[in-house]
């Protein structure tokens, strides 16, 4: 089943794990759904949160996640249909929480969180093969989260 916008509208859960309809985009839905994370997150930045505030804001959106991506998921079919991309986006928000406010780091967390979430190299893979649900669905993205904030934090000390 491909989701439409009644399927969107049909559960707060859907709208929650389909990216408010950005996991709706025919091709690449993980890639919209991770661009939708850079102005969300921008508005919690200009709401005046600090670091702390936006770490409980995400761990709180994990949580959320697990929940919104099982219902989501059982109700698809396939617990990590691709048009599920509440996962893209709280990873997304982790990667930029500790990322330079500005459009080189921006542009580098992006790019490093897709190749990273795309290429699932291990323990991505062992994980997103094995974790099943929400968690599941959460638990890699999150990995890949911190694979491009290693890099993106190393090549910070370097330089």
Known sequence: M??????LTSH??????????????????????????LP???LLVQAGLDRTALLLIIAAGFALGIWACTVTGK??????HGSIVWDEIV???????????????WLAAFGLFRFFDILKPWPIRFFDARLKNGFGV?????????????????WQWLA
């Open 2 to 7: 491909n989701p439409d916008a009644r399927f």
């Open 12 to 37: 707060p859960a859907h709208f929650i794990a389909l990216g408010f309809g950005s996991g709706l985009a025919p091709k690449a839905p993980g890639t919209f759904g991770t661009l939708a994370a």
């Open 75 to 80: 109700n698809l079919g396939i617990p990590d």
């Open 40 to 42: 969300l997150f921008w």
């Open 91 to 105: 990873a997304m928000w982790l990667v930029l929480a500790f990322t330079p406010a500005n459009w080189l780091g």
């Open 138 to 154: 959460m638990f890699d993205d999150l990995l890949a989260a911190a694979y491009a904030l290693l890099l993106i934090k190393g």
